[in-house]
Structure formats: structure tokens, C-alpha cells
């Protein structure tokens, strides 16, 4: 019997590492630049927590659409200046 809790353990330890690095696949850059930086858990990046990433810091007030100081993930998603999004093209 415990042989076969062994292999269940093992088997649910591999399940879990694959569920983990297929949701890091999938991660977009917005929302990777979100749980990076967002130290306060608001789901925004204010500039205090922006000054963090240099590249992100330095096109903070151009991504920054509605001008509250707070970067949203949908204000990261849709800028090409946003580091590391390469979902809008030079074309668009």
C-alpha cells in the first residue's frame, strides 16, 4: 500500500509541475511585468513600483493612457513600448 501512495504522490508532483509551467507559458508580458512588480497586490504598477524596471520606468507616462499614475493590464497589454510585448507589430 505504500508503494501505492508513493507513485500517487509522484504522479500528482509531476501534474503539478506541468499545470505550473504551461500557465508560465501562457503568460503575457503585461502580466508578467504585473506580478513582478506590483508589490501592493492592487493589480497596478504605480511609478514607486515601476522604478524597479528601468525599461519599463523610462516609457512609464507614454503607456500610462488614462494619466492616474497606475499602469493596468490592459494599458501594458495593448503598448508597444510595454518591454518584452511583441504582440503589436512596427505595421500596427
Known sequence: MKRLEKVFLALCAVAAVQ???VADAHATPARSLIQQLD???DGLISLKE???HTGLLRNFGLIDDNEDGKLSEAELAKSKLTPGNEKLTAGE
Open 39 to 41: 508589490t501592493d497586490k
Open 50 to 52: 515601476a522604478v524597479r
Open 19 to 21: 499545470a505550473i509551467s
